[in-house]
């Protein structure tokens, strides 16, 4: 089972952009290649929510309707990294932000495991 790390969140003004990453920890980053990753969030009082996912060679993509032509979501296996690249920011993206295996072709975790995450607030 993959370790996760999310980085790159913070304060952003409406309008803004944010980049944030998801990075495979410790050993189990030989394993990165095989798992599709995705991208959730957490709203202040709302449940968690699939937002973007990334097929394992990247080569498939899918996104929530809320986020869909604002945030774009990459992958470099060289590094073990995910990248989320926000743009636009509206104050409805503010939330903590997680990366987790998904099962192919969904923004369904596959493993009930979850990093800290990376807080994002989108405020003037």
């Known amino acids: 089972q993959l370790q996760l790390v999310e980085s790159g969140g913070g304060l952003a003004q409406p309008g803004a952009s944010l980049r944030l990453s998801c990075t495979a920890s410790?050993?189990?980053?030989?394993?990165?290649?095989?798992?599709?990753i995705g991208w959730f969030r957490q709203a202040p009082g709302k449940e968690r929510e699939g937002i973007a996912a990334i097929s394992n060679n990247g080569l498939d993509t899918m996104y929530t309707d809320a986020v869909k032509g604002r945030f774009s979501i990459s992958r470099d296996n060289a590094k073990n990294t995910v990248i989320l690249q926000m743009n636009n920011l509206k104050p409805e993206d503010t939330g903590v932000y997680y990366c987790?295996?998904?099962?192919?072709?969904?923004?369904?975790?596959?493993?009930?495991?979850w990093g800290q995450g990376t807080q994002v607030t989108v405020s003037s």
């Open positions: 410790g050993a189990s980053g030989t394993r990165w290649i095989y798992y599709a």
């Open positions: 987790a295996v998904v099962n192919h072709g969904t923004m369904q975790p596959r493993f009930d495991s």
